[in-house]
């Protein structure tokens, strides 16, 4: 039995949602083809086949079959556009579809310029030009026919023939015009939604300057292998994933954590691809390459949301295949009780649907991509219009709410002793232990510029602390257990109560102190609670393995309810809970020992994922860096996107009924008809283009 093989392909020439659809249909109709997704953003296919009875000449046979659509021999370098292009080109779009309308209305119906050309120009070389000038259009047409599908030009090649039968070749001339120009339009359109795909994968090395046998060689960078040493200087771009070996550097890592600061690394720090060096040089030992980076996997993720289509999506493709015969019946009936073929034609021409196609997945490829650039990976629409609904936040809180590394908080001094003399003492004994909460000890030390003494007889005693002797003294640091003398402690029960973990300190069989740690909270978690609020997220809870102690103050400080002593399984059965009550369940975690948890929710957050393989397949959505304001704005972006969405479809339902109406009643000519089909793509672009930027 052959196994089935996935292979990604190039397609050249699509324009629109509509020509991504012909290319799909024409695909899944061959034989051994067991599924297929053609992705406009990206202009690829990737499809499930029996390679025993498809093959790529066959593949490529069935693409050009389907319309002006190629399968390239090679993929064409992304080339990454300057900033600001958009709105010139934008503003130059509307300046030139709106020049070509109003010229039309004062040259042609009003100054009469239509009935010279008519009086001028014969009728037989009039056809030639309208068949001359739209023959691309009418070829698909042709092909699209032949195999049983009617597209949006369909109706518009119907009006140029009936404009032609009622001897209107003028009429028929400019609707081609407009048809082209319509086509343009949408080509625009697809490509300003397209553009912040292209620029993130524009953003990916092609080349690594590598160690081999002492010399330093510049190869492509699939002829990288694992393991071998990549120099980086000044300036340059990281090709591949890897840890550095040696050498010191400040790198601009926005490409993939968002992060405007850049982060200083050195040997034994991890770097990602597409990451930048600003100062310094490093060598790199290569773990990953191309695709298998995390910036490849990030590209991935952003090619592939396309296929993960909102509900809302489908909808606008089920109307649109519906929208085409109602059309046609709208424009038989016209001609039965007007008998005038000029208004019939008009509906035909003035009836695209190119813009209900248009009207989500534009806004989504919008949203997705610029997200991602700012380091936020959604995986798809279908995410995003699910979110943009959430009425529940859960949240862990080991490495999600707080930084996952206890620290010092309080240091407690007893018997007159200094807070610093204790610390000296403290961190000392701890020198040498390997313990979370010793190099937490260590830390606080460090921070204070407390130099350490030199400990003697060193003794780590499992579960219970370690025993030291320092300057002379023999010093213990450890937990109740180790030292007795804790329980007559008041101030250790209020400590407790506050969720810290306490560490006491004796010398020579005396407590001379303690110590608090915690897990301390994000700075900007409180800010975030407070957004997600006012967004109107009905309940947050905290979900934690911790103790009850600990759960409580923390949930107190945040204002939140909270569940404590968790495992996995309990914090799946939760989400189900909710879910049980038609609650829309949005899980925030870090994506390991949460994985569960996350795939069972309606939408799953994993935080700071970069280089995380877990994190990035378990969620929905991955913030690439720790930073709780992004889970408020992707919440923000989801609304966004999905309101921007219904002003689409609202607008062209709204612009497509009054077109219709106009044009059945003889109010608007073809030619009129021809122009404002292109019209409703543009306002689409217009209203999509808000989602590239950001807004707070």
């Known amino acids: 039995?052959?196994?089935?093989?996935?292979?990604?392909?190039?397609?050249?020439?699509?324009?629109?949602?509509?020509?991504?659809?012909?290319?799909?249909?024409?695909?899944?109709?061959?034989?051994?083809?067991?599924?297929?997704?053609?992705?406009?953003?990206?202009?690829?296919a990737i499809i499930k086949l029996d390679p025993d009875k498809v093959d790529l000449p066959a593949i490529r046979q069935a693409v050009a079959q389907a319309g002006e659509y190629s399968v390239p021999e090679q993929v064409p370098v992304p080339k990454r556009q300057p900033v600001g292009n958009f709105n010139r080109q934008l503003m130059a779009l509307l300046g030139l579809v709106f020049g070509i309308v109003l010229s039309i209305v004062i040259a042609g119906e009003w100054l009469g310029l239509f009935e010279f050309l008519e009086t001028l120009v014969p009728f037989p070389?009039?056809?030639?030009?309208?068949?001359?000038?739209?023959?691309?259009?009418?070829?698909?047409?042709?092909?699209?026919?032949?195999?049983?599908?009617?597209?949006s030009h369909t109706l518009m090649t119907i009006g140029v023939i009936a404009a032609l039968t009622v001897g209107e070749w003028v009429t028929a001339a400019i609707v081609v015009v407009f048809m082209r120009v319509g086509d343009y339009v949408e080509q625009f359109t697809t490509e300003s939604a397209r553009r912040a795909v292209k620029e993130l994968t524009a953003l990916a090395p092609q080349t690594a300057r590598v160690e081999r046998d002492n010399t330093e060689i510049e190869l492509p960078i699939g002829q990288v292998k694992i393991g071998e040493t990549v120099i980086i200087r000044p300036g340059e771009k990281i090709p591949v994933d890897g840890e550095v070996i040696s050498g010191h550097a400040t790198v601009d890592q926005s490409a993939i954590t968002g992060e405007s600061m850049p982060?200083?690394?050195?040997?034994?720090?991890?770097?990602?691809?597409?990451?930048?060096?600003?100062?310094?040089?490093?060598?790199?030992?290569?773990l990953r390459v191309g695709v298998d980076t995390t910036f490849g996997r990030v590209v991935k993720m952003v090619e592939e949301a396309e296929a993960h289509r909102a509900d809302v999506q489908r909808l606008a493709d089920k109307f649109s295949a519906y929208?085409?015969?109602?059309?046609?019946?709208?424009?038989?009936?016209?001609?039965?009780?007007s008998r005038n073929p000029l208004s019939t034609a008009a509906v035909l021409v003035v009836a695209c649907s190119c813009s209900f196609a248009l009207a989500t997945?534009?806004?989504?490829?919008?949203?997705?991509?610029?997200?991602?650039?700012?380091?936020?990976?959604?995986?798809?629409g279908k995410y995003l219009?699910?979110?943009?609904?959430?009425?529940?936040?859960?949240?862990?809180k080991t490495g999600t709410l707080t930084l996952g590394q206890p620290q010092i908080v309080d240091v407690i001094p007893l018997n007159g002793l200094t807070p610093t003399a204790l610390l000296t003492l403290a961190a000392s004994a701890e020198r040498y232990s390997e313990h979370p909460l010793a190099e937490a000890v260590r830390a606080a030390a460090r921070n204070q510029n407390i130099p350490l003494l030199e400990p003697e007889d060193f003794e780590a005693i499992p579960g219970m602390g370690v025993h030291a002797r320092v300057n002379g003294n023999v010093v213990a640091v450890g937990n109740r257990r180790l030292i007795p003398a804790a329980e007559s402690l008041p101030i250790a029960k209020q400590l407790e109560e506050q969720g810290k973990t306490?560490?006491?300190?004796?010398?020579?069989?005396?407590?001379?102190?303690l110590l608090a740690a915690a897990d301390t909270l994000r700075p900007e978690v409180p800010a975030a609670f407070g957004e997600l609020c006012n967004l109107g997220i009905k309940e947050i809870a905290l979900l934690t393995g911790d103790n009850e102690h600990t759960a409580a103050a923390l949930a107190q400080r945040l204002g939140v309810a909270y569940r404590a002593n968790l495992l996995p399984e309990n914090k799946i059965e939760i989400v189900k809970n909710y879910q049980a009550q038609?609650?829309?369940?949005?899980?925030?975690?870090?994506?390991?020992?949460?994985?569960?948890?996350?795939?069972?929710?309606?939408?799953?957050?994993?935080?700071?994922?970069?280089?995380?393989?877990?994190?990035?397949?378990?969620?929905?959505?991955?913030?690439?860096?720790?930073?709780?304001?992004?889970?408020?704005?992707?919440?923000?972006?989801?609304?966004?996107?999905?309101?921007?969405?219904?002003?689409?479809?609202?607008?062209?339902?709204?612009?497509?009924?009054?077109?219709?109406s106009l044009a059945a009643f003889g109010i608007l000519p073809p030619v009129l008809a021809a122009a404002a089909q292109s019209l409703p793509d543009l306002g689409i672009l217009v209203n999509s283009a808000r989602l590239l930027h950001e807004r707070r």
């Open 323 to 337: 929208y085409l015969p109602v059309v046609a019946i709208i424009a038989l009936l016209t001609f039965l009780l």
């Open 385 to 396: 219009e699910t979110l943009a609904r959430a009425d529940v936040l859960l949240v862990d």
């Open 582 to 660: 038609r609650q829309i369940v949005v899980m925030v975690g870090d994506g390991i020992n949460d994985a569960p948890a996350l795939a069972q929710s309606d939408i799953g957050i994993a935080m700071g994922a970069a280089g995380t393989d877990i994190a990035i397949e378990a969620a929905h959505i991955t913030l690439m860096r720790d930073d709780w304001s992004l889970v408020p704005q992707a919440i923000r972006t989801a609304r966004r996107t999905m309101d921007t969405i219904k002003i689409n479809l609202i607008f062209t339902t709204i612009y497509n009924v009054v077109g219709l």
């Open 361 to 380: 997945p534009v806004a989504m490829l919008a949203s997705i991509g610029s997200s991602a650039k700012r380091g936020l990976l959604i995986k798809g």
């Open 502 to 513: 306490l560490l006491f300190v004796e010398q020579d069989n005396q407590l001379i102190g």
């Open 125 to 151: 070389l009039g056809v030639l030009i309208v068949i001359a000038g739209g023959w691309p259009v009418y070829r698909n047409v042709i092909r699209a026919t032949r195999q049983g599908q009617v597209i």
């Open 263 to 286: 982060v200083e690394v050195g040997h034994g720090s991890r770097v990602f691809a597409a990451t930048i060096v600003k100062l310094g040089s490093v060598r790199i030992k290569t």
């Open 1 to 44: 039995m052959t196994d089935v093989q996935i292979v990604e392909i190039p397609i050249q020439g699509m324009d629109c949602a509509e020509c991504a659809q012909h290319v799909q249909h024409a695909i899944a109709k061959l034989d051994g083809v067991k599924s297929v997704d053609v992705f406009l953003s990206t202009e690829k």
